[in-house]
């Protein structure tokens, strides 16, 4: 059974790199059927697509933050990685990873998620 | 960018109750349309895809119709476990969701 986990820090300055990682248990991310992406919803509020990756490389970013967000994956950990740069308050959110069966598609499995906060 | 609209924003339901919610896309998006439930605390969880396909798993009172700007989730008899907030997805062009509906006890 597909499990998917994010880990990093719980908290991050202002002006600094959020910087998470999504485990993948029970499936590959080299699987060429997928692409791996994250998803972030900050408290109380709905949902915002970031970045998606595929396992040779390939990334597409949402128009609005490619800027600031780097994806990346790590297929001899089985993991794939978020790192968006120059963080504000506004960022502060519930950071999800999440399986995506195709290039733009849906997410068909989603991580539990991980609250990051942006304070000093 | 693609943006969505759901409506209502908030729908109160009583057990048994045929539930339905709307969401719109701002251009065509053909049928490149998700849903998902989601509940406080926990990730969204996939229900339908491609506008109509029933992800595997998910009960077969939750449908989808829908095509080009205008799609509905409809569920036929709302059960206790689904009490929540739904949020729409396009992706025809990268990725925007919906700004979620909560559908809440009457």
């Known amino acids: 059974q597909l499990q998917l986990q994010e880990s990093g820090p719980g908290l991050v300055k202002p002006s600094e790199t959020l910087s998470l990682t999504c485990t993948v248990s029970?499936?590959?991310?080299?699987?060429?059927?997928?692409?791996w992406g994250w998803v972030r919803q900050p408290p109380g509020k709905g949902l915002e697509w970031l970045g998606s990756?595929?396992?040779?490389?390939?990334?597409y970013y949402s128009q609005s933050l490619k800027s600031r967000v780097t994806v990346s994956g790590d297929t001899s950990k089985n993991q794939f990685s978020l790192k968006l740069s120059y963080v504000t308050a506004a960022d502060t959110a519930v950071y999800y990873c999440?399986?995506?069966?195709?290039?733009?598609?849906?997410?068909?499995?989603w991580g539990p998620g991980t609250l990051v906060t942006v304070s000093s | 960018d693609i943006q969505m609209t759901q409506s209502p924003s908030t729908l109160s339901a009583s057990v048994g109750d045929r539930v339905t919610v709307t969401c719109r896309a701002s251009?065509?998006?053909?049928?490149?349309l998700a849903w998902y439930q989601q509940k406080p605390g926990k990730a969204p969880k996939a229900l339908i895809y491609?506008?109509?396909s029933l992800e595997s798993g998910v009960p077969s009172r939750f449908s989808g119709s829908g095509s080009g700007t205008e799609f509905t989730l409809t569920i036929t008899s709302l059960q206790p476990d689904d009490f929540a907030t739904y949020y729409c997805?396009?992706?025809?062009?990268?990725?925007?969701f919906g700004p979620g509906t909560k559908v809440e006890i009457k």
């Open positions: 491609k506008a109509s």
């Open positions: 251009e065509n998006i053909n049928v490149w």
């Open positions: 990756v595929y396992y040779n490389g390939i990334t």
């Open positions: 029970g499936g590959s991310i080299t699987s060429g059927r997928y692409y």
């Open positions: 999440a399986r995506c069966p195709g290039f733009g598609g849906h997410f068909d499995n």
């Open positions: 997805q396009q992706y025809n062009s990268y990725s925007t």
